[in-house]
Nanobody
Framework: QVQLVESGGGLVQPGGSLRLSCAAS????????VYWYRQAPGKEREFVAG????????GYADSVRGRFTILRDNAKNTVYLQMNSLKPEDTAVYSC?????????WGQGTQVTVSS
């Protein structure tokens, strides 16, 4: 069964860091492009970062470029999102998606709250 499970979210102060994990099971994560998205309350879901099956970076949203880094550990079948210099506007539910099938495979999301 294909499954993605995000973890690593939480409450962090502005300027802090978090590393989100997107652990895959039922498939090999390096066979697919994987994306991170986020959705803040009352806002549309937006693209944050992506990594190709070959391990190259697809790109970053302008709002996170230079602060966030997408990484992959093939041995752990996991994609990460390293988030530094966090801002209150980064507060959102972060979800990962593997580009497979028609709609892709999504995780359940993890909440990130940036607040003092």
């Amino acid at each position: 069964q294909v499954q993605l499970v995000e973890s690593g979210g939480g409450l962090v102060q502005p300027g802090g860091s978090l590393r989100l994990s997107c652990a895959a099971s039922g498939f090999t994560v390096s066979d697919y492009a994987v994306y991170w998205y986020r959705q803040a309350p009352g806002k549309e879901r937006e693209f944050v970062a992506g990594i190709t099956s070959a391990g190259g970076t697809i790109g970053y949203a302008d709002s996170v470029r230079g602060r966030f880094t997408i990484l992959r550990d093939n041995a752990k079948n996991t994609v990460y999102l390293q988030m530094n210099s966090l801002k209150p506007e980064d507060t959102a539910v972060y979800s990962c998606k593997a580009k497979m099938g028609v709609n892709g495979a999504w995780g359940q999301g993890t909440q990130v709250t940036v607040s003092s």
